[in-house]
């Protein structure tokens, strides 16, 4: 894990909140000039600490995506098999996230669908056609509370 100082920390702070914000502005806010900051943020996309730069969309004027959570089971817990499911499940655009887990489930997916009958395909037809899943439970969600992208680096 690469050693991340109290100013890398807040240059990422603010860069997760806006991604566009500049390296002018990053520079005027921490009182440093623009050549250090270009330089640490060059680091950190070439150590791999950014991975990409992404724009966070308003799922209601998209298209009002609805947000299920799938607990999966798979029928063997080899490593094999769990390392085929993940890579089937990384080609499935509807799964947004997938969390290899422990306890009652193996899986966790975070799926984006249009409505009901669109879960009951993806559920029935994608999801249900991998090979050794077991068992899929869904929970809907009712309401967004929280949504965030940003790791809380600035954490004690």
Known sequence: ?????ATDKRILEMLQADSKINVKE????????????YERIKRYEREGIIEKYVAVLDKEKTGNFMVVFCSVSLESQKIKEIESFGAAVEKIPEVLECYLMGGASDFLLKVAVRDLQAY???????????????QIKSTFVLNEVKRSTVFPLLLP
Do not use: R, W
Request: glycine letters at 4%; aromatic letters at 4%; zero cysteines.
């Open 1 to 5: 894990m690469a050693k991340l100082d």
């Open 26 to 37: 990053i520079a005027a806010q921490l009182n440093l000039t623009k050549t250090p900051v």
């Open 120 to 134: 009951h395909q993806f559920s029935s037809g994608k999801l249900a056609q991998l090979p050794n899943v077991a």
